[in-house]
């Protein structure tokens, strides 16, 4: 550009500012829950779990893959690869999800997904806009959710018998510190991140997936609170 016989280059400014991050980072997260049940209706509807034979329990298998590879790799992979990872694991859980609403009513899947809707909101809101640090709450729902999953385990193997409504409302007691957390955990990143541009990018998708973790597993639990089986 030449003003006034000076030469001037022009430098596209390609920072985020929070507010766009925070727009990427439910972006992603809707993109991916509405991925998941699209592919679980699709699915249920279909003649697929008839001949599926083992392959849900190789995709769970492969499932905990994604998760520990965005988890260790995501410092050094790039936006794209970790988006194409995100929208992978969001197929996969559409396809084991589909043996989930296969068991219960339409109205009772779709109730429990306003629901979780509802909560999951609330809850993000308040890690949004809460001033006390959640890192210890999230630690602690963190570790208690790791002794809930072994817990449920040994039930599931011994058949004891626990009241079905303890193990979903213990879980979402849970998820409310996670999701919270996680909120709160974002937007601190960003602060960490904020003068890179391509690290806040996978920053977001990571964001993102942490909270499909949680809404995921929120709908879950309420499932299986309200829901009426066929």
């Known amino acids: 550009?030449?003003?006034?016989?000076?030469?001037y280059e022009y430098v596209e400014?390609?920072?985020m500012t929070i507010q766009q991050y925070?727009?990427?980072i439910f972006k992603w997260m809707v993109?991916?829950?509405?991925?998941?049940?699209?592919?679980?209706?699709?699915l249920e509807k279909s003649s697929f779990m008839s001949y599926a034979g083992m392959l849900p329990f190789i995709l769970i298998i492969f499932q905990f893959a994604v998760v520990i590879g965005l988890s260790r790799r995501l410092m050094t992979m790039k936006p794209i690869t970790a988006k194409v990872l995100y929208m992978i694991y969001s197929v996969i859980t559409g396809v084991t999800f589909s043996y989930v609403i296969a068991s219960y009513t339409s109205f009772s899947?779709?109730?429990?997904?306003?629901?979780?809707?509802?909560?999951?909101?609330?809850l993000v809101v308040l890690g949004a806009v809460i001033k006390m640090d959640l890192t210890r709450i999230g630690t602690i729902c963190?570790?208690?959710?790791?002794?809930?999953?072994?817990?449920?385990v040994i039930v599931m193997i011994f058949n004891l018998g626990v009241g079905t409504l303890i193990m979903p409302l213990i879980s979402l007691a849970l998820f409310a510190g996670i999701t919270a957390y996680d909120m709160q955990k974002s937007l601190q990143l960003y602060n960490y991140a904020s003068s890179n541009p391509e690290m806040l990018e996978k920053l977001s998708i990571y964001g993102a997936f942490n909270l499909y973790l949680d809404f995921v597993n929120i709908f879950l639990d309420i499932l299986q609170l309200l829901g009426d089986n066929k």
């Open 31 to 42: 993109i991916g829950v509405l991925t998941t049940f699209v592919t679980a209706f699709a």
């Open 142 to 152: 963190l570790a208690g959710l790791f002794v809930y999953i072994i817990f449920s």
């Open 13 to 15: 400014d390609r920072s």
């Open 109 to 122: 899947v779709a109730l429990a997904f306003l629901v979780a809707a509802i909560y999951f909101g609330v």
């Open 22 to 24: 925070i727009n990427n």
């Open 1 to 7: 550009m030449n003003i006034d016989n000076k030469t």
